[in-house]
């Protein structure tokens, strides 16, 4: 499956349009990384566990994305968009929503 943020893929040429494919992922961070990101952010430097736990949740949303592409006959997604947000009582949730279009190259 070749995936692109861009509308189209340079050296091939867009067959069919099967239609907009979407993958979701809500993951709730730990007080554990809670607190370890709270003092990262007073002493400064990266919190690796909101990192990874953030690439956890885009890996999830596209793969969830591509099985409803290949669902449809697809062999690749173009005009990726990849969306962040938190959501939950104290923002404790983190979302991450992909969405493209499925094509056929």
Request: aromatic share 6%; glycine share 12%; net charge negative.
């Amino acid at each position: 499956m070749i995936l692109s943020t861009t509308p189209t893929i340079e050296g091939h040429t867009i067959k069919e349009y099967k239609g907009v494919v979407t993958g979701e992922t809500i993951i709730g961070a730990n007080f554990v990384k809670d607190f370890f990101a709270g003092i990262r952010d007073i002493v400064g430097g990266r919190s690796s566990a909101y990192e990874k736990v953030l690439r956890e949740a885009k890996d999830t949303s596209m793969k969830e994305m591509e099985d409803r592409a290949r669902e449809l006959g697809a062999n690749a997604i173009v005009g990726i968009d990849i969306d962040y947000e938190t959501i939950g009582q104290g923002n404790s949730m983190l979302m991450v929503a992909t969405s493209g279009t499925a094509v056929v190259i």
